[in-house]
């Protein structure tokens, strides 16, 4: 169980368009999901924190309108960049916590973003 | 100082070895803790979660020390594939279940 996957798991595209990352909980229902980023050799640094029908609560120095989440349902929260630059090249991972056991995270594969 | 440190490493042991990291947090209200395994490339795995009581799960064992303020994770009869990074996390006091990444500490396991 706790399965949570993400789509797409790479995109490359050209500076200045939009990428929206899907984020899913397949077997549990996901009241909060979060969404990091990582680079090379560094550990996860969390975006935003997302809940159900509600807006997303970012992190200090995490553009809001840049990154726009929407977390339209229980299984379904989606981060888009927005007019993305080379250096939103990164690594995506969402996780999602379920209702039982809020505290455990479980994550999905992640997403390799490259901006040309 | 960090929320939470970790040794980066790399730990580099032979087949068989045991192993132990460390990893130290700033908060002592700070109540939940769980080790993650990451693989190149990949997204953290959980390994498991650190009871006050200390827990084993098969060659692992991961220990909490309140008065030190550091958790463990000691692993035993290292195989290769166990070689990996391994994030300690500790889980934010706001009540917003937010993790606290520590850097990671990569392990080799070596034949």
Known sequence: ?116 | RKEVEQDPGPFNVPEGATVAFNCTYSNSASQSFFWYRQDCRKEPKLLMSVYSSGNEDGRFTAQLNRASQYISLLIRDSKLSDSATYLCVVIDTSGTYKYIFGTGTRLKVLA
Not at chain 1, 14 to 32: H, N, P, Y
Not at chain 1, 72 to 77: F, K, R
Not at chain 1, 108 to 116: A, F, H, I, S
């Open chain 1, 1 to 116: 169980g706790a399965v949570v996957s993400q789509h797409p798991s790479r995109v490359i595209c050209k500076s200045g368009t939009s990428v929206k990352i899907e984020c899913r909980s397949l077997d549990f229902q996901a009241t909060t999901m979060f969404w990091y980023r990582q680079f090379p050799k560094k550990s996860l640094m969390l975006m935003a924190t997302s809940n159900e029908g509600s807006k997303a609560t970012y992190e200090q120095g995490v553009e809001k309108d840049k990154f726009l989440i929407n977390h339209a349902s229980l299984t379904l929260s989606t981060l888009t960049v927005t007019s993305a630059h080379p250096e939103d090249s990164s690594f995506y991972i969402c996780s999602a916590a379920g209702t039982g056991n809020g505290e455990t995270q479980y994550f999905g594969p992640g997403t390799r973003l490259l901006v040309l």
